[in-house]
C-alpha cells in the first residue's frame, strides 16, 4: 500500500500544463515523485510554470502547438533529446468556442476539434515509441485523456464543436485503450466537472453561485484533479482500462 500512488522514476508528460487542470496535474505528479514535462503554446507562461513548480520536483518546459503535427513532431523530438522513455501521457490540451447556432463558423469546429480530439491521438501516436519503452520495464505505460462532463450532459450553453469534441474523446479514448493495451499502454478518461480555470472562468469567478447548482456543495479543488490523475497514472489504476472517471462532485446526475 505505501508504493500503490507512488510516480517515483516515472517520466510525465502534460499538454497544457501551464494552468488550470494541466497544473494541478503536473504538480501532484510532481508531489508523488514523478519527473514532468509540461507542453503548452505559449512559451513564456509554460517556462514560468515549470519554474515554479520546480520548487516540488523535477519539472521542464516544452513548449508546444500541438494542434498541429508539425508542432507535435518538434514536441516529441524535444522530448526524445531528453528521455528515453515515456510513462505519462496526459492528454490535457484544449479549447472551446461558444456561438448561436445560425452563427456558429467552421473556423470554431477546425480550431476546437483540432486541439481537444486530434491532438490526442497524434500526439500519442508519435509517443507510441517512447511509450512502449516505458511500458517495457513492466508497468503499464499510462494515457490520460481530458474530456470534459460536457461530452456525457448537455450543458446550457452553444458550445457545439466543444460537447461534440469531448463526447469524441471519451469514445476515442476507449478505442484507444483496446489497441494499446496489446503494448501494456493503459489508455483512459478523465471528465472534470467545475473547477476553477481559464477554461471554466464561471467556476472561477463565481464558484459561489456555481457551488449552489453542484450536489457536494463546491467546485473542484486542484487536489481532487490531481488524485483522480494520480489513481490513473499509478499501480492503483494498472487494471483501470478504456474507463472514463468523472470528476465532477456530482453536477452530472442534476443536469
Known amino acids: 500500500m505505501d508504493n500503490l500512488f507512488s510516480l517515483t522514476g516515472r517520466v510525465a508528460l502534460v499538454t497544457g500544463g501551464s494552468r488550470g487542470?494541466?497544473?494541478?496535474?503536473?504538480?501532484?505528479?510532481?508531489?508523488?515523485?514523478?519527473?514532468?514535462?509540461?507542453?503548452?503554446?505559449k512559451a513564456e507562461a509554460?517556462?514560468?510554470?515549470?519554474?515554479?513548480?520546480?520548487?516540488?520536483?523535477?519539472?521542464h518546459s516544452l513548449p508546444a502547438?500541438?494542434?498541429?503535427?508539425?508542432?507535435?513532431?518538434?514536441?516529441?523530438?524535444?522530448?526524445?533529446?531528453?528521455e528515453p522513455k515515456l510513462?505519462?501521457?496526459?492528454?490535457n490540451a484544449g479549447a472551446a468556442w461558444a456561438a448561436p447556432f445560425d452563427e456558429f463558423p467552421e473556423s470554431g469546429w477546425d480550431k476546437v476539434v483540432d486541439l481537444n480530439m486530434k491532438a490526442p491521438f497524434?500526439?500519442?501516436?508519435?509517443?507510441?515509441?517512447?511509450?512502449?519503452?516505458?511500458?517495457?520495464?513492466?508497468?503499464?505505460?499510462?494515457?490520460i485523456n481530458i474530456a470534459s462532463i460536457d461530452g456525457q450532459s448537455v450543458n446550457?450553453?452553444?458550445?457545439?464543436?466543444?460537447?461534440?469534441?469531448?463526447?469524441?474523446?471519451?469514445?476515442?479514448s476507449k478505442r484507444m485503450a483496446l489497441r494499446l493495451i496489446e503494448d501494456n499502454?493503459?489508455?483512459?478518461?478523465i471528465c472534470p466537472g467545475p473547477f476553477a480555470s481559464e477554461m471554466n472562468k464561471d467556476a472561477r469567478d463565481n464558484a459561489d453561485a456555481v457551488a449552489k447548482r453542484v450536489p457536494a456543495r463546491r467546485v473542484g479543488a486542484a487536489d481532487d484533479m490531481a488524485a483522480?490523475?494520480?489513481?490513473?497514472?499509478?499501480?492503483?489504476?494498472?487494471?483501470?482500462?478504456?474507463?472514463?472517471?468523472?470528476?465532477?462532485?456530482?453536477?452530472?446526475?442534476v443536469r
Open 87 to 91: 510513462d505519462i501521457l496526459v492528454n
Open 122 to 143: 497524434f500526439l500519442t501516436q508519435a509517443l507510441h515509441g517512447m511509450l512502449k519503452s516505458g511500458a517495457a520495464s513492466g508497468s503499464p505505460a499510462k494515457v
Open 156 to 172: 446550457p450553453w452553444e458550445t457545439y464543436s466543444y460537447a461534440a469534441s469531448k463526447a469524441g474523446v471519451i469514445h476515442l
Open 65 to 82: 502547438d500541438v494542434s498541429k503535427l508539425d508542432g507535435i513532431a518538434r514536441l516529441v523530438a524535444a522530448l526524445q533529446d531528453r
Open 228 to 253: 483522480a490523475a494520480i489513481y490513473l497514472a499509478s499501480r492503483a489504476g494498472d487494471y483501470v482500462v478504456g474507463t472514463t472517471l468523472t470528476v465532477d462532485g456530482g453536477i452530472n446526475l
Open 46 to 59: 509554460c517556462d514560468a510554470t515549470a519554474a515554479a513548480l520546480s520548487a516540488l520536483g523535477p519539472c
Open 185 to 189: 499502454i493503459v489508455v483512459n478518461a
Open 21 to 41: 487542470i494541466g497544473r494541478m496535474i503536473a504538480e501532484g505528479f510532481l508531489r508523488q515523485g514523478a519527473t514532468v514535462y509540461i507542453s503548452a503554446r
